[in-house]
């Protein structure tokens, strides 16, 4: 019997890009997994920011 390999899924975490220009206090933040062998570039996502109040462009951070 094979064995099963080791996950190739990773967790990363979605900072707003949108926040550090406007300069309101506070960062929104979220956290997801992704498959780094599928995805080997940064991941960037359209999320909710409560600060904001209004969609923004949530891209990884290292």
Do not use: W
């Not at 899924?9 to 890009?17: D, H, K, N, S, W």
């Not at 062998?37 to 462009?57: G, S």
């Amino acid at each position: 019997m094979a064995k099963k390999a080791k996950g190739n899924r990773v967790q990363v975490i979605l900072e707003c890009t949108e926040q550090k220009e406007s300069g309101v206090p506070g960062m929104s933040r979220y956290i997801t997994t992704k498959n780094k062998k599928n995805t080997p570039d940064l991941l960037e996502r359209r999320k909710y920011n409560p600060f904001l109040k209004k969609v923004t462009v949530h891209r990884e951070i290292k």
